[in-house]
């Protein structure tokens, strides 16, 4: 008796193991950035873009609510009548001068969601990275989008294929007071370049990673969500296979890129001797 309960204690020391061979069948979420770039979360708190309407003109009315509300006091805003031969904003004024200081910045989108005119975005685009104070105060001119809507590009920023898609993503936190009732109801503008964007639907299963171009996201990161915003078939036992499906099809892309890789490099080495073999020839005749 003494020896079984003894053994059974001894046993207990592999129940810690439990949750790291939970993990081995999983997809790993690790990537080697900067070669590999994560799918990026649809609420992702980026740099700030400055939108514009559809027709061109400038979101930005110059209210400075978006000062006002800052925890961090790092947004200048001063506004300025509008000319009225040209004017800028459909407003009375318009955002005349427009800074934002990223050293101090928390990226906690209190600005966002103040704005009375959506002209005030946080967009997906992360990378930091400069090495002067100038350079970490954005001004207006490189704040705005351009003449397309698309955010200006830093030279510091690395844009991946398809990464100016959503980077004037919808940043509101919450649907019109905070009622799930709103949800998937579309209560903003339409934007330069994008048109009106779509609903992102995250707290029912109404949402569509389709449009909203979560679907890679989701993929990845799925182990990590709740139960329920996991669909049911990825779910339990068929989650695990569908998974393990996933890791083996990746894995078999690797092995199919090493044996590119290598056939490569077998052909460079025939196609060196034959240049040998026939500058030997050449060099023989000659003699
Ligand atoms: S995200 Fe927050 S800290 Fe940054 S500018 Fe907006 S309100 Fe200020
Ligand atoms: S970005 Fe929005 S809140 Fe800030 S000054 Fe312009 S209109 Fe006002």
């Known amino acids: 008796m003494g020896v079984l309960s003894d053994l059974r204690d001894d046993l207990k020391f592999f129940g810690g193991f ?131 809507g698309r955010p200006k590009k830093q030279p510091w920023e690395d844009w991946r294929e398809g990464e100016d898609r959503h980077t004037s993503g919808w940043m509101r936190a919450t649907s019109p007071s905070g009622s799930a009732a709103y949800e998937g109801e579309v209560q903003w503008s339409g934007e330069l370049g994008y048109g009106v964007r779509v609903p992102e639907g995250g707290q029912s299963g109404r949402r569509d990673d389709a449009k909203t171009g979560t679907l890679a996201l989701r993929e990845v990161l799925e182990s990590h969500l709740l139960a329920e915003d996991i669909p049911f078939e990825h779910r339990g036992m068929r989650g695990r296979l569908w998974r393990a499906q996933l890791s083996a099809a990746r894995n078999r892309k690797k092995l199919e890129r090493a044996r590119g890789r290598l056939r490569d490099v077998r052909a460079g080495r025939r196609s060196a001797r034959t240049a040998s073999g026939q500058d030997s020839a050449v060099g023989g005749g000659r003699r």
């Open 18 to 148: 439990k949750l790291t061979f939970e993990h081995l069948t999983r997809p790993r979420v690790t990537r080697q950035y900067p070669e590999e770039k994560q799918p990026k979360q649809p609420r992702k708190h980026g740099r700030h873009v400055l939108n514009r309407y559809e027709d061109g003109m400038e979101k930005c009315i110059g209210c400075e609510l978006c000062a006002g509300v800052c925890p961090a006091d790092c947004i200048y805003v001063r506004g300025l009548d509008n000319p009225p031969d040209h004017p800028v904003s459909p407003g009375e004024r318009y955002g005349y001068v427009y800074e934002i200081n990223y050293l101090r910045c928390i990226h906690c989108d209190m600005c966002v969601e103040a704005c009375p005119t959506e002209a005030i975005t946080e967009s997906k685009l992360f990378e930091f990275s400069f090495t002067n104070r100038a350079d970490a105060i954005y001004t207006k001119s490189e704040l705005l989008v351009d003449d397309e």
